[in-house]
């Protein structure tokens, strides 16, 4: 596929403006910019175990980013990747707690697909409701959100899936048959935690992209996202194609639910919401809706993570500050994509694939 410069060019723009507008702000509030990206480059990538600790924080940002941008190009609007992290995480965490005499070769099978299977579930309803209601996604989506959030807390405080002796809010570990396996041994990186689910998501990556621009279905997802009115006129079947946008949309924000909870320590379910189904809407715009892109997006995104805390050690600037980074990012994204889609409305050049 043809990629024109803007596309490469647009995502080092916006990181480039990111980080002058950030380290202007650090400087306002007293620290020194060179000192805390210097300490954040060397928590993220400085060694061989901050490697694989950047690569464990893109993990779940990569898959709810690709589950947002897939949604994206069927012109459905998902902002409910977090809804659907713990719909699937509640289901992994239910068969990974009873399920105990299965062998991992079959379990964590059943576990991924199950995961999968209820964020398709919790986002394929949003689908639904848009494709034969007409009510809008961003608003399904957002209630559904808290409506997993509740059923998690309530799973955990007092129902069926808080742990036995009911004293804290979290559930039962999960047996050790459904934990995903750690790939780099620790005693060729102590104390790494690099686990199968992140080549689980590369080729998430790698599939959509095929889904997306090597099928039918994926030039019908994209036609439907470019304008139903002449994709329904084409003959292409809008609603039906909203509901698979949706279902796969959700499937893979629930699988990265499922790999967070069978990948980490320490394995329980508690009733704190992530954060990254909303951080995936940054990836994926970031990304340009793109698979590759959002891998490294998702890629840039685990590095402010992974480094937030040496950057808070050494350079004493508040984790919080991080997090003014990514917004900062996110605004930048949906400035310049206003100024885009308003240069195409007025005859510019047609969007990039």
Not at 10 to 21: H, S, T
Not at 101 to 124: D, H, N
Not at 191 to 215: D, K, M, P
Not at 259 to 288: C, M
Request: hydrophobic content about 55%.
């Amino acid at each position: 596929m043809h990629i024109k410069p803007s596309q490469i060019l647009f995502p080092i723009l916006i990181i480039i403006l990111a980080l002058l507008i950030n380290a202007l702000i650090m400087l306002a509030c007293g620290y020194q910019p060179a000192a805390a990206f210097a300490a954040l480059f060397q928590g993220a990538l400085g060694g061989p175990k901050q490697v694989t600790e950047t690569f464990v924080k893109t993990c779940p940002l990569l898959l709810t980013g690709l589950a947002v941008a897939f949604a994206f190009r069927c012109g459905v609007w998902n902002i409910g990747a977090e809804g659907q992290y713990l719909a699937a995480a509640l289901v992994a965490t239910w068969i990974g707690t009873s399920v105990v005499t299965l062998p991992s070769i079959l379990l964590i099978p059943l576990v991924l697909a199950a995961g999968f299977a209820a964020g398709g579930f919790w986002a394929a309803i949003a689908g639904v409701l848009k494709a034969y209601r007409g009510v809008g996604e961003v608003i399904s989506t957002i209630m559904l959100n808290f409506i997993a959030i509740q059923l998690v807390s309530y799973s955990v405080d007092g129902g069926p899936l808080q742990e036995a002796s009911q004293s804290y809010q979290w559930s039962d570990r999960i047996v050790s048959n459904a934990l995903l396996p750690h790939l780099l041994p620790k005693s060729w990186i102590p104390g790494n935690r690099f686990h199968l689910g992140i080549l689980i998501a590369l080729i998430s990556a790698l599939c959509l992209y095929v889904v997306l621009f090597q099928t039918s279905l994926g030039y019908q997802i994209r036609a439907v996202g470019k304008n139903q009115v002449a994709a329904r006129a084409a003959g292409i079947q809008v609603s039906k194609n909203i509901i698979i946008a949706m279902l796969i949309s959700g499937g893979l924000a629930g699988l990265a639910g499922t790999i967070e909870l069978t990948g980490l320590s320490p394995h329980r379910l508690d009733q704190s919401a992530p954060g990254y189904g909303y951080t995936a809407i940054a990836v994926a715009l970031l990304g340009r809706l793109h698979p590759i892109g959002v891998v490294f997006s998702a890629l840039l995104f685990g590095v402010l993570q992974a480094g937030s805390e040496t950057m808070k050690l050494e350079a004493q600037v508040p984790t919080k500050l991080t997090w003014v980074i990514q917004a900062t990012v996110l605004l930048l994204v949906l400035g310049v994509s206003m100024y885009e889609a308003r240069r195409e409305k007025m005859g510019g050049d047609q969007p990039s694939e």
